[in-house]
């Protein structure tokens, strides 16, 4: 049982405050993934978690013992890291070996729990070998065999993905996966890269500035942003945004357009991903600036009311530069936010 | 954590050790330069540099250094230049032109010794080629040319290497991709050179001259041993004045004449190769 | 016309590389020959540009008084110094590489400070301080004098040496159950061993090489450069040149030793 708590928790670094105040909750064998841009303070947090970095405020709990004040070793901890730190001076075998042997497992387990690690990802074949003498790929698959072999109750990983390319990536991704879910481990996964995110997490927790912005399922994240940054920082291309002015009764004035919105009476912004529009009699009138055929659909940027718009049509349909479309958002996809608060309105 | 205390431990025996035979000794020396019979006094600068040799050693102390330096710089540019194209034999040849970084000043001047004594190989060479029936004795008070080129040619070769070291460090540090921008710009090697290598090469050039140039007034066994008493300069003459004077005030002065004497010439080389804030590489 | 240019411009290229490799090597040649020819053959005149192998000289050199004690006066002051400067300087070279902390900004100027210094007059006061600790004319107390001439560079180059290790590397031995202890000797240290190596080596030859600092502050117990310096005006040619020899031989093999590591050393070490 691995539950992580984290309480309360604050980093300075001199004047630069890092993290303000993080409360989080991780349940047992939950992937959770923290999501943002970089500077955001998502590995911060992993490294405050893993006994590299001291918080200067709050508690770290893992299966209801607090452990902020021990050092690595001692916090039930295994890592991956971004550049894999695969040790040049060791065998691939000597490597997964590793915390084993500081543990002074007898030499037979040792060997069991090499040869099993290893040929769970995919690597009995390079054990003789030395870090130099293996690919990324390779290198990833070690670092992540190692973090395995030490049967933790927490894996952190922080952007074990980000230097492989794009397709090694793609693979690792379903791979990791697959060997997380079946070792039963809590793992907390570092990335800036969403679509990483979505695929893999239980959870995302998406940070911005030094806060956990909305703690949520993927889908949710998606559907439901908390706020107008996670609107505008997931999906690809991200929400729109477009000015609301209160009709009152519940109706909202957007680009001339009536909608039925939130009961607050103040001005809004109105936000809808462009996947979620069609082309209909009526609706937004939006006039095409770029359009981009992306081969599944057709990526149309337009201005409405002189504002940035985009939206994402069916890629049978001809749309040229300067077209005049009438797009029809659909009502249940429509989001509010409140433009002081930046926060989601119901 | 004891973290925050670990590096403070870490340097502490360096900071002993450099308190103890570095300041400690430093602030000794400048006590004893600037007192006479335990009163402060100016009287042992006043007799170092009024004494005869003073002029001169300081005169022959620096006309080395300018000869020596800029020479120096040149070849160990020109040395950097070539090996960093060098494609095979590189490792080959720059051990042979780093050889002489490990050679003391008292081999390189015994070397050079072997070259221009009387019996030596410069004047073997000339009677080879006919150019002189009898050896002459190219190191004595007749011949004060010889001794200065003589000296100035131990010091170049000696003391390149290390100039060569860092410039050569130094340019392996300038990514490529700005040669071939400014080629695809159109600029000559000659440009190349003068307006990617030169600016981007300043820190380097900047530790390397600093190096030199103290060491270039600290110049001692290799004048000992091609000039003797012939050609002297400031750290001779302290040396005589420790030994063979037996006056420690003498030579304590003239130790803090040389320190001012390179602090001096350290700040000019670093006011005149400031890297601008935000311009390195 | 082109192809002229280039192909002469490369066989000037060539030339000069040769010459400047001939530069470095021909004197160390002329020494050579006067090392390996009788000491009759080295007063004599005019000079034979082939060795004639004799060990005369040398022979001369080994029984000449005093020498073979400075010969191994030298090898233990240098010695002393190579293991006191890694020893002391090492920890700084890793703090430096591996924390910020306050007052790092002046530890690095103290460390440039001593580089900036003519160090070697700082024998003269020394001379007195040992003489009332009783460390005068000993090796030890000249090894303490090398050791701060060789400490900057030490501290340095390590502090370069130990940058070239990145922290993940230690990190993740301390999530693999390490303490900072046994990260270091498990992980730092089987691949910084090298390059320390090196760098010993590089403190080996400053002190081998020092001239002034060894001939102030020994008298009875001289080094083999002190110990020349003082017989330069008395001693015949030929223990000169078997003397310059013998102090050539172990830098030419030491600086093939560390070549590898001689410009990542100065290459950080520049700022």
């Known amino acids: 049982m691995a539950v992580i708590e984290i309480k309360n928790v604050a980093k300075r670094f001199g004047e630069y405050q890092a993290l303000h105040d993080i409360n989080l909750t991780i349940a047992d064998q939950e992937f959770m993934v923290l999501l943002g841009a970089s500077g955001c303070g998502k590995s911060t947090l992993l490294r405050i978690i893993a006994g590299l970095e001291t918080a200067t405020e709050g508690e770290v709990w893992i299966g209801g013992k607090r452990i902020d004040h021990l050092p690595p070793k001692d916090r039930g901890i295994a890592m991956v890291f971004q550049n894999y730190a695969v040790f040049p001076h060791l065998t691939v075998f000597e490597n ?63 952007e074990p993905l980000s230097n492989l390319d794009a397709l090694l990536r793609m693979e690792m991704r379903a791979e990791l996966k697959g060997v997380l879910a079946e070792s039963n481990t809590t793992a907390i996964y570092v990335t800036h890269d969403q679509v990483e995110a979505m695929s893999m997490a239980d959870r995302i927790s998406v940070m911005h500035e030094g806060r956990i912005v909305q703690a949520a399922s993927p889908i949710d994240v998606y559907r439901d942003p908390a706020e107008r940054f996670v609107a505008g920082f997931i999906g690809n291309p991200p929400m729109n945004f477009l000015d609301a002015t209160p009709q009152g009764a519940g109706q909202f004035l957007v680009a001339g357009q009536s909608f039925a919105g939130p009961s607050a009476n103040k001005p809004l912004e109105f936000a809808i991903r462009p996947e979620d529009m069609t082309l209909s009699e009526t609706g937004l009138t939006a006039t095409a600036k770029v359009v981009e055929p992306l081969g599944a659909h057709l990526l149309v940027t337009c201005e409405v009311e002189g504002k940035l718009f985009r939206a994402v049509l069916d890629s049978d349909l001809r749309v040229s530069m300067g077209d005049t479309l009438t797009l029809a958002p659909m009502q249940d996809r429509i989001r509010w936010f409140d433009p002081d608060t930046q926060i989601a309105v119901k | 954590m004891n973290a925050r205390y670990l590096p403070y431990l870490l340097i502490l025996p360096v900071t002993l050790f450099l308190c103890l035979f570095f300041l400690y000794p430093f602030i000794l020396v400048a006590q004893q330069a600037f007192s006479v019979d335990g009163g402060w006094s100016l009287k042992n600068f006043e007799d170092v540099i009024g004494y005869w040799k003073f ?26 230049t070539m090996v960093n194209r060098m494609k095979k034999g590189r490792d080959l040849i720059l051990y042979v032109w780093t050889i002489p970084l490990g050679i003391s000043d008292l081999a390189a001047g015994i070397i050079w010794l072997a070259i221009f004594e009387q019996s030596g190989f410069l004047n073997s060479m000339m009677q080879a080629v006919g150019a002189i029936d009898r050896p002459t004795n190219f190191l004595s008070y007749q011949n004060p040319g010889i001794v200065f080129l003589a000296i100035a040619l131990a010091e170049i070769w000696r003391a390149t ?8 460090a130094g340019i392996g540090l300038i990514p490529k991709e700005y040669y071939e921008a400014a080629e695809v710009f159109g600029a000559s090697p000659w440009k190349r050179f003068t307006r990617v290598t030169l600016p981007l090469l300043r820190p380097s050039l900047q530790t390397a001259l600093v190096l030199r140039v103290i060491l270039a007034f ?64 | 016309m082109n192809a002229q240019t280039q192909s002469s411009g490369r066989f000037l290229y060539t030339a000069s590389v040769i010459l400047l490799c001939a530069w470095v090597i021909v004197p160390l040649y002329f020494l050579l020959i006067n090392t390996l020819s009788s000491p009759d053959t080295v007063n004599s005149f005019p000079k034979s540009f082939v060795p004639e192998f004799d060990l005369g000289s040398l022979q001369f050199f080994a ?61 003269l006061p020394l001379a007195v301080m040992f003489i009332r600790t009783g460390l005068d004319d000993t090796v030890f107390g000249l090894a303490l004098v090398h050791t701060t001439l060789a400490i900057p560079f030490s501290v340095l180059i390590t502090f370069s040496l130990f940058s070239g290790i990145p922290l993940e590397l230690e990190e993740a031995a301390w999530t693999l159950g390490c303490t900072r202890l046994t990260a270091f000797t498990k992980v730092v240290l089987p691949l910084i061993l090298p390059g320390i190596t090196a760098s010993a080596i590089f403190a080996f030859v400053i002190s081998w090489n020092e001239v002034f600092a060894a001939a102030v502050l020994t008298i009875e117990n001289r080094t083999l450069t002190a110990f020349l310096l003082q017989n330069l005006d008395t001693s015949p040619l030929h223990l000169k040149f078997a003397g310059g020899f013998i102090l050539v031989v172990p830098a030419l093999i030491f600086i093939f030793a560390v070549r590898k590591y001689l410009f990542a050393m100065w290459g950080i070490a520049n700022r």
């Open chain 1, 96 to 158: 997964i070996g590793f915390g084993l042997r500081m543990q002074k497992l007898p030499n037979d387990e040792v060997t069991r729990r090499v040869e099993r690690t290893a040929g769970l990802m995919h690597i009995d074949q390079l054990l003789k070998r030395y870090s130099g003498e293996l690919s990324g790929g390779q290198r990833q698959r070690v670092a992540v065999a190692r973090a395995l072999a030490m049967e933790p109750d927490v894996i952190l990983m922080d």
């Open chain 2, 55 to 80: 002029p001169i050693s300081f005169q022959n102390t620096m006309l080395l250094a300018a000869a020596v330096v800029p020479v120096q710089l040149a070849l160990a540019l020109l040395m950097a």
């Open chain 2, 161 to 168: 290497a290390i100039m060569l070291v860092i410039l050569v």
């Open chain 2, 218 to 281: 600290e110049i001692f066994a290799v004048v000992a041993a091609l000039g003797g008493t012939l050609f002297p300069v400031l750290m001779g003459e302290t040396y005589a004045y420790q030994f063979d004077l037996l006056n420690n005030g003498a030579a304590a002065a003239m130790a803090l004449i040389i320190l001012a004497i390179s602090i001096a010439f350290t700040l000019i080389i670093m006011r005149a190769l400031r890297v601008p804030k935000g311009a390195t590489i």
């Open chain 3, 63 to 123: 029984g000449f008084a005093g020498m073979l004690t400075a010969l191994k006066n030298s090898i233990l002051v240098a010695g002393m110094t190579m293991i006191m400067s890694i020893l002391i300087g090492a920890p700084a070279g890793y703090a430096l590489s591996r924390f910020d902390f306050p007052g790092k900004g002046l530890f690095r100027l103290l460390i440039l400070l001593t580089r900036a210094f003519p160090l070697p007059l700082l024998a």
